[in-house]
């Protein structure tokens, strides 16, 4: 049971809270990276689309490259250290029927976290990703546990 408020993040969003809140997205190819501070109690999630900006328009969240140090950097700015902080990585499907590019864009988007998280030394301590369905998750920052269910396909 999360006994503090729960706030729902959407592509291209970035979210900071602290226990005991809680923060959830629903993914498909998408990724949600979780950050966690056990000594602060307090938690981050990115919720992004494509792997990298590609220079063309506004370097916004819904870029893993940018939205990953992005969160690194208001975590830190919160008061955590790279040093303190755990991951966890969500999503990445290949939600896409038939083959192609679209498929490889959950693919390339785990791939992303996990270079950047590497980059800043972040551990990787839990990760969900792959396969063929969504997530519906929820970071419950009191426990620093995440909450997953997958979404079930339907075909219309």
Known sequence: ????SSTFIHVGQIHIDQSPGAISTVLGSCVA???YDSKLGIGAMNHYLLPF?????????????????KMIEQMVLHGSS?????????????MSIGGSEAMMI???NVLVAREILKEYRIGIVAEDVGGQ?????????????????YATRCEV
Not at 133 to 149: A, C, P, S, T, Y
């Open 1 to 4: 049971m999360i006994h503090g």
């Open 33 to 35: 990276v979780c950050l």
């Open 53 to 69: 900006w590609n220079g063309n328009g506004l370097q916004t969240p819904k870029f893993g490259n940018i939205s990953i140090p």
């Open 106 to 108: 959950g693919e390339k």
């Open 82 to 94: 790279a040093k303190t902080l755990e991951a966890k990585i969500f999503g990445g499907a290949s």
């Open 133 to 149: 369905n969504g997530r519906k998750i929820q970071f419950d920052l009191e426990r620093g546990k995440v909450l997953m269910k």
